[in-house]
Every structure is written in C-alpha cells, then in structure tokens.
C-alpha cells in the first residue's frame, strides 16, 4: 500500500502544551544528602543497615531499599563518604556518590489514541525542560479506540502488538526529551502517564475485553504505580511508574488530567469541558458536582473519511472564509506552503461559512445552483472546490464533498448531543455557563464562532470559550510535582458521576436534532441564525 505525500504525518504539528495551574513543587520522589562518617559500619552491620542508619540520624526514618539501589552500594560506599539517595514514597530506589540533589527529574505523558505527548520537567524547580511528541502507531491497526479492541481481540498475539508499539513510541519521546534537556535517562525517576481507558489497559498489557460490553467496566479504576523496570519505560530502570485513576469504561484519566488542569471541579460558576478527540469526553458541573460522558465523535476532524482531510501538517488549510459577495475562499495555511488539503479547524471553518452563505442547507446539502464555479456536479452528490488545483500542493483540486459534509455533520452531532444531555443531566441551560473549556489539539485551533454556527457547541458568548490546549498532559505535570496533586487526581475520579451515553434513550434523539445545522430546533442558537446570510431554507422533518 503506498500513503499519499499529503497524508504522511512526519511533520505534523501537535500541540503539546496547555492550560494549567501552579502546585507547590512537592514530588514523590526526592532526593537526601547525606556525608557519611569514615567509620560508616559498626560492627557487624551491613552496608544497607549503615546507609540506613545514617540516614535515621539526618532525620529520615522509615526507609527501605530497593533491589536496584542494594546493587549500588558496594561500588558507591566502597570509593565516596559523600552520597546521594533518590527516595520515592519511602523507597531508596538510587544511591549516587557525589552530590547530585540537583539532577533530579520526571516526565508528563498523554498516551492519546493519535499522538503521544511528553514533558520532562525538573523535580527540584518544576520547570519544564523539554517537550516532544510522535504520532501513536497503534494507529495502523484502527484510528478509533472500538477498532483497536476488536484487534486486540482478533487474535493471540495481538494485544502484545498494540502493548509493543505504544511502549516503542514512548520510549521514542523520552529519548528524543532527554537528548533536548541534556539529562540521561537514569536520572529521570518519575513518569505520569494519563490516556484513555483503552490507552491505559494496552500500556499495562490489560485484556480490554470487558471495554467491548456493557456496562464497559475497567479491569482496574483505582490509580496504580509500577516500577519502570516492569513495564519497560525507558527512564531509571527503578523509577515509579504512575497511573492515576479513571472515571470510566470510557472516561480514562487523561479526562481526570484535564479537570485538575482547568479547575472546573473547583469553580463556583457552571462550566461544561469538552476534551475534542477520536473519542470526546464532556463534562458538565462545578465545585458542587460533575457528570462526564463520552462520546464517539470518529476521526472526521482528524483527517480521515474525509476527501482531502488532512492533520495539522505543513500545507494543510487551518482557516477559511467565503466572500458574501464574490463565494470567493480565502484560507490560511500551516506554515505558509502550498496546500494539500483541509485540516479539523478549517472544516469546521467549512461548514460554517458554506452554511452562512446558502452553499449548504439546514441538511448539509450542497446547492448545486450557488451562482459561482466553486460548486460542481460530483458522483457522490457534488463538491465544492476550496483550492483550485494550480495553487494546490498536490496538483489536484482540494474539494468538500456531500459525502464529507456527512461524514463532518455525524461527527459534530455526536459532540453536541453528548454536551447537550450533560447540561440537561445538571440542570443547566446553556446561558447559564460561566465558562465553556475546549480541550485536546484539535481544540486549541478552533474560531469559536464557526464552532457555535455550526451547532457543535452550544451558544455562548465568544468571550466564555476557552481554548484549553493539551489539559491533558498539563494535568499530567501537575500530578507529577505535586503529591497534593495527586491525591485531588484520585479524589476526582471518585467524585465524578458517569453516564453512559449508549444506554441513554435520548441520545438517539439529541443525536438526530444536532445532525442539523446548526440544530433542528434552531432557537437554541440564537448567534447562529445572526451570523447567516443567505442560508436556503429546508423541509424539516
């Protein structure tokens, strides 16, 4: 099979970084100082019993020494009086000669279904020292969480497979944050790694089988710890290892990440987070209580199923507008190369714009009769051509077709539905949200106007949209620094009430209303039915 030039993913651009709040800097691991007496052993001790013992006289009690740290201590405490050892949660998983309480680090990591992301973030400061990402190659054998499940299902060796290529694309980002900050890989004690449950269940080597059924129940919810050595990760072969908990079957602790990162679960106004992926989460609450769901909003937005749909890389439309006047396209372009196809955001810019301009009706069908050269006959029902084929980096028209308007509007219509049943869920209208969080990649590109035009959020004013970024690893970070963090993390997963959407009997209705644009009963989208211009009108039935 040959992947075409524009659909490669080499250079895509990630957003690796975002919204989040300070911690006291107060990780699990941490480093002690200790200079030892010449005559280090009494008579009779050993090596650990002294080590120990000193450290019980510097005002550290209650240790206990890792295998990896016993190995060390013949070499260290037979040439330095003058040592370093590396504790986390009571454990002395190094012993270093020499002072080296200043080298002492951690990494972040969102374990996404499309991409992983890694921060590496000094333990003493808190500064973050490098971020990297890669593309998730579980990818290869299904874009969405349901594909990967039936493969891992599919035969014997293929949770190993899905297990091999997600460890191997983490191991690539540590190696490629270490190489940046200058820090060997030994010295990185600690690694966060939030992700979806699936996510989580592959990266443990978990059977996902009860994912596939209802009620979708995990193997395991609580948050875990193990030790790098075990699941093979690529920092201090002794380093922990931690997993924090997950809300759901379907809400892992990637969502939990972005909670603590936006605050939401501590705010006194009414917010609704919509974490926008492959698989979205939405949540809807505040400091008195949260309901979650998730939603299967595909890959549209990613790329896939759509014509020319591309991911954020070089030479893919990000932003787009037609003329009222001329339906001339004007489009903005990631890193100003040819273009060679549309992005998420300049989809979503898409439909907004073809709806506003009466290209496209309350149903998402083309009007063939739009007075412009744009609009053309197509097999699949027609097309519209957003780049000429001479201006094009693949040498051919970049067009949207009935087919991809579809495919876009199922996948708008999922996300809306599921914010709309959280909302009803707590009680709440729309106007009553102080804040409306957009999380996730994808997120962070958005114009908030063609996102509400379209029907996929609901109608707020501009100004209470906020494009949150990765909260994801942001959250991650937090877990990574702060105990307190960590113990909130656990808290909130507990807290959160989950509804599972599947099993809801108006999500089939809320699902086909918001199939429309911008939604079948459009007095919910007041700013919408502003922003149209010569919008045809529809039988609606």
Same mark, same amino acid.
Request: hydrophobic share 45%.
């Given at each position: 099979?040959? %992947?075409?030039?524009?659909?490669?993913?080499?250079?895509?651009?990630?957003?690796?970084?975002?919204?989040?709040?300070?911690?006291?800097?107060?990780?699990?691991?941490?480093? *002690?100082?200790?200079?030892?007496?010449?005559?280090?052993?009494?008579?009779?001790?050993?090596?650990?019993?002294?080590?120990?013992?000193?450290?019980?006289?510097? #005002?550290?009690?209650?240790?206990?020494?890792?295998?990896?740290?016993?190995?060390?201590?013949?070499?260290?405490?037979?040439?330095? *009086?003058?040592?370093?050892?590396?504790?986390?949660?009571?454990?002395?998983?190094?012993?270093?000669?020499?002072?080296?309480? +200043?080298?002492?680090? @951690?990494?972040?990591?969102?374990?996404?279904?499309?991409?992983?992301? #890694?921060?590496?973030?000094?333990?003493?400061? /808190?500064?973050?020292?490098?971020?990297?990402?890669?593309?998730?190659?579980?990818?290869?054998?299904?874009?969405?969480?349901?594909?990967?499940?039936?493969?891992?299902?599919?035969?014997?060796?293929?949770?190993?497979?899905?297990?091999?290529?997600?460890?191997?694309?983490?191991?690539?980002?540590?190696?490629? *944050? &270490?190489?940046?900050?200058?820090?060997?890989?030994?010295?990185?004690?600690?690694?966060?790694?939030? +992700?979806?449950?699936?996510?989580?269940?592959?990266?443990? @080597?978990?059977?996902?089988?009860?994912?596939?059924?209802?009620?979708?129940?995990?193997?395991?919810?609580?948050?875990?710890?193990?030790?790098?050595?075990?699941?093979?990760?690529?920092?201090?072969?002794?380093?922990?290892?931690?997993?924090?908990?997950?809300?759901? /079957?379907?809400?892992?602790?990637?969502?939990?990440?972005?909670?603590?990162?936006? +605050?939401?679960?501590?705010?006194?106004?009414?917010?609704?987070?919509?974490?926008? #992926?492959?698989?979205?989460?939405?949540?809807?609450?505040?400091?008195? !209580? %949260?309901?979650? &769901?998730?939603?299967?909003?595909?890959?549209?937005?990613?790329?896939?199923?759509?014509?020319?749909?591309?991911?954020?890389?070089?030479?893919?439309?990000?932003?787009?507008?037609?003329?009222?006047?001329?339906?001339?396209?004007?489009?903005?372009?990631?890193?100003?190369?040819?273009?060679?196809?549309?992005?998420?955001?300049?989809?979503?810019?898409?439909?907004?714009?073809?709806?506003?301009?009466?290209?496209?009706?309350?149903?998402?069908?083309?009007?063939?009769?739009?007075?412009?050269?744009?609009?053309?006959?197509?097999?699949? +029902?027609?097309?519209?051509?957003?780049?000429?084929?001479?201006?094009?980096?693949?040498?051919?028209?970049?067009?949207?077709?009935?087919?991809?308007?579809?495919?876009?509007? *199922?996948?708008?219509?999922?996300?809306?539905?599921? &914010?709309?049943?959280?909302?009803?869920?707590?009680?709440?209208?729309?106007?009553?949200? !102080?804040?409306?969080?957009?999380?996730?990649?994808?997120?962070?590109?958005?114009?908030?106007?063609?996102?509400?035009?379209?029907?996929?959020?609901?109608?707020?004013?501009?100004?209470?949209?906020?494009?949150? @970024?990765?909260?994801?690893?942001?959250?991650?970070?937090?877990?990574?620094?702060?105990?307190?963090?960590?113990?909130?993390?656990?808290?909130?997963?507990?807290?959160?009430?989950?509804?599972?959407?599947?099993?809801?009997?108006?999500?089939?209705?809320?699902?086909?209303?918001?199939?429309?644009?911008?939604?079948?009963?459009?007095?919910?989208?007041?700013?919408?039915?502003?922003?149209?211009?010569?919008?045809?009108?529809?039988?609606?039935?």
């Amino acid at each position: 099979m040959t %992947v075409p030039e524009e659909s490669r993913s080499g250079r895509r651009r990630f957003k690796t970084d975002g919204m989040g709040r300070p911690v006291e800097v107060s990780p699990l691991a941490w480093k *002690l100082h200790l200079s030892l007496p010449e005559t280090l052993l009494k008579g009779g001790e050993s090596y650990a019993e002294g080590l120990l013992r000193a450290a019980e006289e510097a #005002g550290v009690g209650e240790l206990r020494l890792s295998l990896s740290a016993m190995r060390q201590l013949p070499k260290v405490l037979s040439s330095a *009086l003058d040592v370093t050892l590396t504790i986390s949660d009571g454990r002395v998983i190094s012993v270093e000669g020499g002072d080296t309480s +200043g080298r002492l680090y @951690g990494v972040a990591l969102d374990l996404g279904t499309s991409k992983i992301v #890694g921060h590496l973030v000094s333990l003493v400061d /808190g500064e973050t020292l490098a971020m990297a990402s890669t593309e998730n190659p579980q990818a290869v054998h299904g874009e969405d969480i349901i594909s990967r499940i039936t493969f891992a299902l599919d035969g014997p060796g293929n949770l190993d497979e899905l297990r091999r290529l997600l460890l191997e694309a983490v191991n690539r980002v540590l190696e490629t *944050l &270490c190489a940046e900050a200058g820090v060997a890989p030994g010295e990185v004690y600690e690694a966060v790694a939030v +992700g979806n449950t699936l996510m989580h269940h592959l990266f443990l @080597g978990l059977e996902p089988s009860s994912l596939a059924r209802a009620p979708f129940n995990p193997v395991i919810r609580q948050g875990l710890s193990v030790t790098a050595r075990e699941l093979g990760v690529a920092i201090n072969p002794a380093g922990n290892v931690h997993l924090p908990a997950l809300v759901a /079957g379907f809400v892992g602790s990637d969502a939990v990440a972005d909670l603590l990162a936006t +605050g939401l679960c501590d705010s006194e106004a009414p917010a609704l987070l919509v974490d926008v #992926g492959t698989n979205t989460e939405v949540f809807a609450g505040d400091r008195e !209580g %949260v309901v979650a &769901c998730s939603c299967a909003s595909g890959p549209a937005f990613e790329g896939a199923h759509v014509s020319h749909g591309v991911k954020a890389v070089s030479g893919a439309i990000e932003r787009l507008r037609i003329d009222p006047e001329t339906l001339e396209v004007d489009y903005e372009i990631i890193d100003d190369a040819k273009p060679i196809g549309l992005c998420g955001s300049a989809m979503i810019d898409a439909l907004a714009e073809m709806w506003k301009n009466g290209l496209i009706d309350d149903l998402g069908r083309l009007n063939l009769d739009a007075e412009t050269s744009r609009m053309r006959a197509a097999a699949d +029902g027609g097309e519209f051509v957003v780049a000429w084929s001479d201006a094009a980096g693949t040498g051919r028209d970049i067009t949207l077709t009935q087919r991809d308007v579809e495919e876009l509007l *199922l996948a708008k219509a999922a996300i809306y539905a599921a &914010c709309s049943i959280m909302l009803r869920r707590q009680g709440l209208k729309a106007e009553e949200l !102080g804040r409306v969080y957009v999380a996730g990649a994808f997120g962070s590109y958005l114009d908030p106007e063609s996102a509400v035009a379209i029907g996929m959020l609901p109608d707020v004013p501009a100004e209470r949209i906020v494009f949150a @970024g990765n909260t994801a690893v942001a959250g991650a970070r937090m877990i990574l620094l702060s105990t307190e963090a960590r113990r909130t993390a656990e808290a909130l997963a507990e807290g959160v009430r989950y509804h599972e959407l599947s099993l809801d009997p108006e999500f089939n209705r809320e699902f086909l209303n918001a199939v429309f644009i911008p939604h079948k009963e459009p007095e919910r989208f007041p700013t919408a039915l502003r922003l149209a211009r010569r919008r045809p009108r529809s039988t609606r039935s």
